[in-house]
């Protein structure tokens, strides 16, 4: 049908441009006799009927197969027909429109569309699509490459997309480069905004590719080689670069500017999926600078009655559109030395401020979109100073950070975070006269009111409230330290009434760091307005309150994300004071920290304990000046050096535990790093179980023949058992550990000694253990211990028998049966405890009896 110069590289390279023509008339001329006579059986009108009908079905082959075959067909029929099937192929794409060679009504549904794509391609591929079609054909081909429309809880036209952009490619080879020259800018445009916007990262692919071959084959796409380098088939693949950085670079071609932010505020912001939604904005923030007259003139003014319409989505992508574009304007004007307000009319200014009004009186779900508004608002210093939208503005951050137990779960944090950023940006911008100071009345109001929230019985109001006090500028805390560090101390307590509020304690925390960064640090100042030598110790006291936090629920350890919290806080607050006044820390409190995240290395969740020793080494390493008073500091460097901050891996039982237990030779650590290992080596986990155990055995073999170092560790773990005694998080795995360290012969150097000192002890402490306890994981666990001391000379052997025989009785059946099974292992492995006598004996009755 169509020829596109001579088809063989070879015959291109050899014949010069005349005869390349005289060649198409040729071909022409010949066609035009061929087609003067024809004979079509009437049997291919129903074959073409199928295929048509068939590029609508449900299964992709099918519609693959069927467009397959019109190319084919087409192919042999004469040019009027051939023209026919094009048409009616057109007709798919239309709603309702009946097909010329049926009565087949086509929907417009995806499937439709996309074997029509397909089919199209599999014509132009061939040469079947006349130059004449083209004009018809374009309209379609740019309408495909936006085709998404929504089905329920999501969207359908993804396929579409891709056989779009293939239609686009296989164009690319079929025509002269002069036939396309009137729709360049639209396919070009179209592409551009397909390979960069796109949901789909096979649909940025396919347009990247599609763009690449017209590039290659047309050479008429404005700055393609440009475009090309910034959007291959590989940097399309990440969806936020695509969005946020390289449509910044191909919006600085003119062709494309336009088009691309039409087609964001177009089809974009309204999109079903709110993470294209918001990435759309933050792209149109960044193209403002781009087309700033074009954001201010047009796409401003069209966007504001969008913001407050009826369609939640559009409304939430045209609040977010609204304030990022406002916020870039308003960056612009400032750059270049103009009044914030150079690219806004006075019903734009009017517009953005009736925004919070009408969503406040319809809907409680965009209070994270309008607290995104109002941060973006108070930061492009909009001239609404004294205006009474401020208070509105305020009432609408209360509001939110109150209304965050109605929220979801998953939308939570989101709402929370929001609500804060705006409240920071609306303190710094209005709420601040021309000498640096607040208004005494307006800050008395917000303080006092934001920490009598902290005592609500809802906990995430105490979350909401905690965080909004930490967001607060200097100016707003000078005077009131004191009020807001009390408030958030009592937050942070532990009573019977709130003792599953982990969430509030773990942000009281986070705030009060983030409220001695804010004041900063003036040792001899004033205790209502600087963290000084006065107020200090109760900081560090609150804070470290913290990290004893062990609380669970339902949900597993909650207090770890308040230990996690206080350790951030730990090191913050640390080296705040280190930077600005280092004598204001006191030896005693820099050695609980150390000892403190020393015991948080050594414990059994990777996450908690991978915190822990980056924050230990953060404290250690530091040297701008370093931290003073850290205890062992000389062989904690040698331990941990320093080339290995970065790349030591906490996460790995098997990287961590061999440093950590080094910590066990140095008398100041070893009372916290033997409490963590007890709960690490008697857990549940293999991984960390394994690697602690192995690691804790290690320590042990090196100073085996150490009487002093041994005394010293066994002291140490008695006391360990002694201060943790029916504390069943570290009492039952401390049995547990006792038992494997007993099997391994950790104690061996005591046991020739008669009643020896540490034995006496261990069984008074695991008999007090045990006593009226119903915990089968820790009766068990005690049985190990029991049989374990067996071996230790006096009379040890008769006191531990005597309470094995107890266990024996024991009302559970499960623990006489274990009891049984380990007192016959404890026999074969200790022969001498039993007379030989009668060992047969008592080895037939633990075996035979049923227990």
Known sequence: RYQRGCRSLAANLQAPGSVVQNQ????????????????????????VEQLLVGLKDKDTIVRWSAAKGIGRITGRLPKELADDVIGSLLDCFSLNKTCLCSKISFQETDNAWHGGCLALAELGRRGLLLPSRISDVVPVILKALTYDEKRGACSVGSNVRDAACYVCWAFARAYDPAELIPFINQISSALVIAAVFDRDVNCRRAASAAFQENVGRQGTFPHGIDILTAADYFAVGNRVNCYLTISVYIAGFPEYTQPMIDHLVNMKINHWDSVIRELSTKALHNLTPRAPEHMANVVL?????????????????????????THALCKLAEENNRSVTYYFNEKSLEGLKQIHQEVCSNCQIYFLTVCTLIEKLSL???????????????????????????????????????AVSALAALCDEYYINEKGEADPALQDELVTQYVSELQNTEEMIRCGFSRALGALPRFLLKGRLQQVLEGLKKVTLISPADVSFAESRRDALIAIAKVCQTVGVKGDGPQDEYVCKDNVSQIYATLLNGVTDYTTDSRGDVGGWVREAAMTSLMEVTLLLVQNEAELIDANICKQIMCWLAQQSAEKIDKFRAHAGSVFLTLLHFDRPPVPHIPHREELERIFPRSEKETLNWNAASEAFPRITQLLGLPTYQYYVLLGLSVSVGGLTETTLRYSAQSLFDYMKKIQNDSSAMEGFCETLLKVFEDNLRNDRVSVPLLTMLDQMLANGCFDIFIMQENHPFSVKLLTLCKEEIKRSKDIRKLRSSIGVFCGLIQFQGDMKEKVLFQLFLLLCHPFPVIRKTTASQVYEMLITYSDVVDPAVLDEVMTILSDTNW
Not at 29 to 42: L, R, T
Not at 396 to 409: E, H
Request: charged share 25%.
């Open 301 to 325: 003014p069209r966007l504001l009655p969008l913001s407050v319409g009826t369609d939640l989505h559009t409304r939430h992508g045209a609040i977010l559109a609204c304030a990022e574009i």
């Open 24 to 47: 198409m008339i040729t071909v022409a001329a010949n066609e035009a006799d061929d087609e003067e006579e024809y004979d079509i059986p009437a049997e291919i009108e129903n074959v």
């Open 380 to 418: 492009s210093k909009m001239p609404f100073r004294g205006d009474p939208i401020i208070g509105g503005w305020q009432w609408l951050i209360n509001d939110s950070l109150r209304s965050l137990p109605l929220v979801s779960s998953a939308a939570r944090q989101h709402v929370k975070e929001s």
